[in-house]
């Protein structure tokens, strides 16, 4: 993750084929500008992703910071992926709860790139996925494949250009742009797996000037620094938990795997229009 990194010129490409983790629900034959912004589902306050132009809502979550564990859910509140942290082992999970079906996927931290290393349910093989950006994460790069093979940008998260100045928020406020034939549902979870893990840089180095940071959260904790030299929070031994390395990832066996319909409203109509069917196979590294 270097300074200089910029997605500027940069050109979403379509992949050379379909990149999902457990089923085609959230594979679209179109590209995608993704925004995300709080919204009441069913009387509960919650973060969507959604699509402006034809007002096409994905998906939610619960955008609790200090908790370990957080949902991805459906319009329909029926869980999608699901991100647990644990610092103690520097590591994360993101899973469904099926024994049956697994998958998983790990995220390794390089000097100037994250590679995601993952099973492509499309064609069942072990891929990879670099992601490159600028050091305080605000312009980030999704690439399918390794750098040396020129590999193909399948998706691009950058901040809106009124908080240019505000770079670390609890409010997820940036845009996401995601190629054709690529799962929404796993570019969401990164980029809620990188704002969590900017929010904890946040807290525990001094990468971030006091102006970078939200208001609202900087003022309900002094960063004061230790005599270990890391910086301390008032809110840190919650947030130091997210000190995410390793995602695993696994499926659930009844989940939806139907496409969800252009120009659906919402809330009244937004779902994917789920059909259940029963998996059998399995995949593990």
Excluded: W
């Excluded at 790069?141 to 399948?154: A, H, T, W």
Aim: charged share 30%; glycine share 4%; net charge positive.
């Amino acid at each position: 993750m270097g300074n200089s990194y910029s997605l500027k010129g940069q050109e979403l490409q379509d992949a050379p084929n379909e990149i999902y983790l457990h089923d085609k629900t959230y594979v679209f034959n179109k590209k995608y500008t993704v925004n995300v912004k709080k919204d009441l589902v069913h009387g509960k306050k919650r973060y969507v992703f959604y699509e402006k132009t034809n007002n096409i809502y994905f998906l939610m979550f619960k955008p609790h910071f200090e908790n370990k564990e957080l949902f991805l859910c459906d319009m329909r509140n029926r869980p999608v992926l699901n991100l647990k942290t644990n610092i103690e082992k520097k590591s994360s999970k993101i899973f469904l709860k099926d024994e049956n079906v697994k998958f998983r996927v790990k995220i390794k931290f390089a000097n100037d790139k994250i590679k995601v290393y993952f099973v492509n349910k499309a064609n069942g093989k072990k891929e990879v996925l670099n992601i490159k950006s600028n050091k305080k994460l605000t312009q980030v790069g999704i690439y399918y494949g390794e750098i040396e093979e020129n590999p193909s940008l399948i998706a691009k998260f950058y901040l809106k250009e009124k908080d240019r100045d505000l770079l670390v928020t609890k409010e997820y406020n940036y845009i996401y742009e995601i190629s054709s034939g690529v799962d929404i549902s796993f570019m969401a979870m990164l980029a809620i797996f990188l704002n969590r893990y900017r929010i904890y840089l946040s807290n525990r180095t001094s990468l971030y000037s006091s102006k970078e940071i939200e208001p609202h959260r900087s003022s309900n904790s002094s960063r004061t620094l230790s005599s270990n030299g890391s910086v301390r929070s008032r809110g840190s031994s919650k947030s130091s938990k997210l000190s995410l390395k390793d995602v695993k990832i696994s499926n659930i066996s009844t989940h939806s795997n139907s496409d969800i319909e252009n120009r659906i409203s919402f809330p009244r109509d937004a779902d994917n229009r789920s059909s259940y069917t029963k998996r059998i196979s399995s995949l593990e590294f």
